[in-house]
């Protein structure tokens, strides 16, 4: 397939290998710092902190924040070990996304059964 004939959003063959050659170039310590990256601001985003007034933000969804936190937890834990300085801004970004959910919270969980807190331990 030439890119002429290519359509929008279609892949060639030549881009994929050139993708997977970039990907294949990338410490595994940055590929789980933009996880993590890319995982926080999603949660931060359905939690309304990008928002001036996160109550009223269309975009806050404790549900989906909830998985969110979760599964940034499990990637840190998992992970800790290899992050090396990347480590604890990423575990600060963490426990603060706990903090906000717990606050944002009508009826907050209990303290150890937050989001991610059966990865984290509990976060006050």
Known sequence: MNEASATPGSVSGDDTDLNSRDLADIPSVEVISRAAVMLMSAAAERLGLADPDPDSSPHRDLDEARRLITALAGLVTASVEYLGPHAAPIRDGLQS????????SAFPDEPGQGP?????GPVF
């Open 116 to 120: 991610g807190e059966k990865y984290t």
């Open 97 to 104: 996304l706990q903090k906000a959910f717990r606050e944002s």
